[in-house]
DNA sequence: AGGCGCATGAGAAGTATTTGCAAATACGGA
DNA sequence: TCCGTATTTGCAAATACTTCTCATGCGCCT
């Protein structure tokens, strides 16, 4: 799993601040993290690793397509691992939660519609914004 | 079209930024504008507005129902007119030319998802990353 | 173990956007 | 048409997120 191997075999020397924030994602339940995210979790594992890093880390990470970044709606940028297969993504629009989908007929047409038009598509994404219905989610939250 | 009634109607006082910044976006050709595209068009107009007025008119005018606020790729936010009919975007990565695109099978099976989870959809957001074909477009000019 | 060079942390610098506030303005009433 | 007042505006300073700078530190090859 997070072994340095990984690391060194993209051509990034396995630092501290490296594997911790791969392990952060590789073992955490939660796979949508922002930077700021990731630097308090780390900060709170008595790990001493500064913001400019996160962000540094991220995004070669991304780069190196072991992470994928998102916007969702807000303004900060949300990291997930790439765990290979392609999906979009259902967000909750009062507590955050965010569940994935895949339809392999929405994928079609979209290919399709860019074709259509002689475009040449390299990527997409595609949200869908609602309230959730989890316990935790604060909109079913009885008041008090 | 752009008259002070259109203002009133909805709350907001016909003053002369809201006015204007309101006619760009009905006579202007680029229909997706950020706010600084906005203040440096208004300026350009000779007419004197703070970029905190674009912001704070643009964000009065979203909460209207007036524009819709898109993220895209980048950091910065783009507006267009809501002009009623819902519709998705193709996106150029090279030149930033943007396409609109609607497809029903798509909508519907995207409130089939959300309906299949119990989630309650209140909006989505598709784009498309594509290379598009116009002629303005870096990608196509020959190498200088 | 030793040294080179990339990686890191801290804080400054950058963008995009928001807010505080005094001056300017819209608009119904006189 | 002129006023009063509540809104709105422009500016500057404040935020929020992200990137950059640079002196120091650490991974990795020998």
Redesign the pocket.
């Known amino acids: 799993m997070t072994s ?1 191997a990984n ?2 075999n993209m051509g ?7 594997l911790k924030v791969l392990e952060l994602f590789e073992h955490h339940e939660k796979q949508h993290l ?3 995210d990731v630097y308090r979790m780390l900060i709170n594992e008595q790990i ?6 996160v ?3 991220l ?1 070669q990470f991304e780069q190196a397509g072991l992470l994928i970044r998102h916007h969702f709606d ?4 949300v990291y997930e691992l790439n765990a290979g297969q392609h999906h979009d993504h259902l967000v909750c629009l009062q507590c955050g939660h965010v569940e994935e989908f895949y339809d392999e007929e929405i994928e079609r047409r979209q290919n399709m519609i860019a074709e259509q038009r002689g475009f040449a598509i390299h990527d997409h994404s595609l949200h869908l914004y609602a309230d959730c219905k989890r316990d935790a989610c604060p909109r079913r939250s009885p008041h008090k």
């Open positions: 340095p690391l060194k990034l020397k396995a630092t501290l601040p490296r922002t930077a700021d001493d690793i500064g913001l400019a890093t962000y540094r880390v995004t807000s303004e900060k940028a």
